[in-house]
């Protein structure tokens, strides 16, 4: 394990102070309400105007704006989600710092799969080839305190061919 209880509680509340907004839930739910909202306060413009100044276009042209504007923030959500549900790399940075971290002294990581599990929390599965290799525990050791990683399973083998002169 690459925290104690009391790191683990930690990364919770930092995750829903910090990552509130990678929370794709929270996110739908928030552009749920706000588009009823824009669509009301749109409606109500249009009515006002329609019954103010006689300008019965006004109705359609902002249930069209309306429209627009739920679609697009629709096709954000859908992209960010999508990302999650292909197992995109959650985040080019922390892939390269785990990278960084495990070829050390030689090592090589043949493969490399991270996915998200939810907001600000990341898994890893490392497969690491080694002409050397440790214990995984101790590649372990080598992501502790690397923000953001909530579960971590490596995988080492020893390299089959002689290492180079």
């Not at 409606?43 to 627009?68: C, K, N």
């Not at 030689?106 to 599965?125: E, N, Y």
């Amino acid at each position: 394990m690459l925290y104690d209880a009391h790191d683990h509680a930690h990364d919770h509340a930092q995750g829903r102070e910090h990552h509130h907004h990678a929370d794709h839930n929270m996110r739908a739910a928030y552009i749920h309400v706000l588009a009823d909202a824009i669509t009301s306060v749109l409606a109500i413009v249009a009515l006002g105007a329609g019954r103010l100044y006689g300008w019965s276009f006004l109705d359609p042209v902002m249930g069209l704006v309306g429209t627009l504007v739920i679609a697009s923030w629709s096709i954000s959500l859908l992209r960010s989600s999508g990302a999650v549900l292909v197992d995109a790399v959650p985040d080019d940075r922390l892939a390269a710092t785990v990278r960084r971290r495990l070829e050390q002294n030689g090592d090589q990581l043949c493969d490399l799969h991270l996915w998200r599990l939810g907001p600000g929390h990341t898994a890893v599965i490392a497969s690491i080839v080694s002409y050397d290799p440790q214990a995984p525990d101790a590649y372990k050791e080598r992501l502790r305190g690397v923000s953001g990683l909530s579960h971590v399973t490596v995988e080492v083998h020893r390299c089959k061919h002689a290492q180079a002169a």
